[in-house]
């Protein structure tokens, strides 16, 4: 019970703290929606191991983007993401560095994203998920 609450600690910091840059004074929302598109893919059983393919998180992604009136491509929040602690890439061939990761570069050299193993198991728990979109909705949708 300990170590859950140690880890619901840690990711609570984690999501509420999401480097997220700041264009013409607004706050970009994109990596935030790159999570929640995650977690809407546990929630819709398209995702049973923790690995997130990229044209489903596409998908998802857009759909929020449009609720939410945000305008950066997918990739962007994707690739970016991988600054975060809990969130990772699967390369093909090794990370490729890069300033401006184009859709075909995520394409052609990610297979997947997933979370920390720990993260993970968290996330499989309805209520979880619930009470992280809710840091996420009130740290960075509202």
Not at 42 to 53: D, P
Not at 67 to 78: D, F, H, M, R, W
Not at 89 to 104: D, E, F, Q
Request: aromatic share 16%.
């Amino acid at each position: 019970m300990i170590e859950n609450s140690i880890l619901l600690s840690l990711y609570n910091d984690a999501f509420a703290s999401i480097h997220c840059q700041i264009y013409k004074g607004k706050l970009n929302i994109a990596k935030p929606l790159i999570i929640m598109s995650m977690f809407e893919l546990i929630e819709q059983e398209h995702v049973f191991l923790n690995k997130f393919y990229i044209a489903d998180i596409k998908e998802s992604y857009e759909r929020l983007q449009k609720k939410y009136s945000a305008t950066t491509p997918y990739q962007y929040p994707l690739y970016f993401l991988e600054n975060e602690s809990f969130y990772h890439l699967k390369w093909k061939n090794g990370r490729i560095k890069t300033h401006t990761p184009s859709a075909k570069l995520i394409r052609e050299n990610v297979e997947y994203a997933y979370f920390d193993n720990a993260l993970w198991d968290l996330v499989q728990n309805q209520e979880m998920r619930n009470h992280f979109c809710t840091i996420i909705e009130n740290y960075y949708l509202k």
